[in-house]
């Protein structure tokens, strides 16, 4: 019996060969990107850890609050009565009904034209000055004691002498502001100056940098640190100093605000302006120490 023959017929199968001439293929490797929503979500999270701790310890703070104060013989209203008393104020705070009965906007707009005039000519001075004690020995000695009696003046102790100088209000705020503002500006921009690494020295001193250079590529970016410091205090001493003066010198600004609530017995409507008072200073020790941070390059302390 013959088994069938079986015939194995062979496929070729064409086999393409890249001519000597012919560039080759080539493949371009792209990063793999995280999707659109996982950056969300991790953006999310690192603000939820940022705003929800405060959130928490506020809302435990103002429950407290309110079940201390809504007892009997309280003699502070609770959150919720501060709100009824101050919701037209809350919600108009631009009304201007002329003379001092104003929105809380316009007092606290006048406060900060007050501290930013006294800070501004602080800041200038302070830096001036405390470079000079920071860089000549002689002006360290000269000038150093004076600055740590005169620094030990309490601010509104300074505002008699003002008013008796300039017979106004407005510029003897702005002196007070100045004169509270000024010493720890003038005391961390010496420290900043006279910590100044000597290879920086050694450095200006072969490539014979002139005086203003000196100050300007060596002496300033080194001190920065230590100058924003000191300008971080002084904004934050500026912001006391004139709600404590405008107790005093009267007219618009949030300081006077306060004193004339407080003759009229009206609590709630300090409570209110205690709260802007503290947000407007938050806000402005945050915009300084932003300001460190991008002229710094994130050396300066935040």
Known sequence: MTMPAIKAEATAVAIPTASPTSAAPVV?????????????????????????????????????????CRRTGSTLPPPSRVFKDTKELILDPFFDNGGIDKGLFWHLSASLQRVAYGYSIAAIVGIALGTLVGQSVWAMRGLDPLFQVLRTIPPLAWLPLSLAAFRDGQPSAIFVIFITSVWPIIINTAVGIRNIPQDYRNVAAVVQLNPLEFFSKIMIPAAAPYIFTGLRIGIGLSWLAIVAAEMLIGGVGIGFFIWDAWNSSHISEIILALFYVGIIGFVLDRLIAGMAKIVTRGTALN
Do not use: C, S
Not at 35 to 62: D, F, N, S
């Open 28 to 68: 371009t490797m792209t990063p793999k990107q995280a999707p659109r929503a996982e950056k969300y979500v991790k953006m999310g999270k690192e603000i939820a850890v940022r705003v929800v701790p405060p959130l928490i310890v506020l809302a435990l703070l103002m429950l407290f609050w309110e079940l201390v």
